[in-house]
């Protein structure tokens, strides 16, 4: 038993190094494993202006080498490998990666999920320069200032509502002619005076020089294009959970992410979930980070039981 992890995390976001952090200063033997690099979408943003003790923001790969050395600190151990294959039953927890296969008495998952990209040719290239999955990370960087909004759900409408409070103007573009959210919502978005519905509307270009400069949206319906000026767009149109592997393991609702309360354990003993794959009404990196700590202490408590 030597040989096997109290603790085993999958996914180095704030959720993975936060848990990484509280477990290791528990005494347990944690292992951390992390694809790419420390941070998940975090450590891909330039400017992280919303977490408690940044008062001037800070960027966000910056902040995840701090969780990466905090929780390193204290003993956890970062192993770099992407995996492939999980065994969630049974006391011993059973982990493959390409360079090598892994045990552990406890696991948290803390994979994440993605925004869901429109696909358009230049979209990745302008993340953080005016391309935005995330309003209220970014949206106090165009006060102001005239932006779009992509998407008819819950998560565009309030998006669309909370930058009307903050923008000069807001385009909600929906490819649809109505909105999917309740009509209440969009009544109160009506109200808010500097918002303007483009309907029957999908964008096909992002206008650039360096940075965006604005859209070009067609109608389904007659195939009109006309170019929409902004300082940044918010795309709202889903997000995919990085929850694959554990298809058929853990308990998943409709839209794929964790069933896991706020003691974040999952159906399976010893296995909980933490971060932007459970379940939750907010995806912050404040929240992801909670879920780390709330997570640990779960494992630690199972593990001393």
Request: glycine residues 14%; proline residues 3%.
């Amino acid at each position: 038993m030597a040989d096997i992890f109290d603790l085993m995390i999958i996914g180095g976001g704030p959720a993975g190094y936060t848990a990484a952090l509280y477990g290791a200063r528990a005494g347990l033997k944690v292992g951390l494993i992390e694809k790419l690099g420390p941070g998940g979408q975090m450590g891909t943003t330039d400017m992280v202006d919303n977490y408690p003790g940044f008062p001037e923001g800070i960027n966000g790969f910056e902040l995840a080498m701090k969780m990466k050395e905090g929780a390193g600190r204290f003993g956890a151990a970062t192993i770099s490998g992407e995996v492939t294959e999980v065994k969630l039953s049974g006391d011993v927890k059973a982990i493959a990666t390409p360079k090598g296969a892994y045990q552990a008495r406890t696991v948290i998952l803390a994979t994440g999920a993605q925004p869901r990209e429109l696909g358009l040719q230049n979209e990745r290239e302008l993340r953080g320069k005016g391309v935005s999955y995330c309003a209220t990370c970014d949206g106090m960087f165009y006060r102001n200032k005239t932006v779009a909004v992509v998407g008819g759900g819950n998560t565009a409408v309030a998006d669309a509502l909370y930058l009307s409070r903050i923008c000069e103007k807001v385009y909600l573009i929906h490819r649809r002619d109505r909105l999917r959210a309740p009509q209440i919502q969009q009544e109160t978005l009506e109200k808010a005076g500097n918002v303007e519905f483009v309907w029957d509307s999908q964008v096909k270009e992002l206008v650039s020089e360096g940075r965006l400069t604005g859209l070009i949206v067609e109608n389904k319906n007659t195939l009109e294009r006309r170019e929409l000026s902004c300082a940044g767009v918010f795309i709202a149109v889903g997000q995919v959970p990085e929850t694959g592997l554990y298809r058929g393991q853990v308990e998943l609702d409709q839209s794929g992410y964790v069933m896991a309360g706020e003691d974040c354990r999952t159906n399976i003993p010893g296995v909980f979930a933490a971060g932007d794959l459970r379940a939750k009404p907010l995806r912050q990196i404040v929240t992801a980070a909670a879920d780390g700590a709330v997570a640990a202490s779960a494992a630690q408590e199972y593990l001393d039981k």
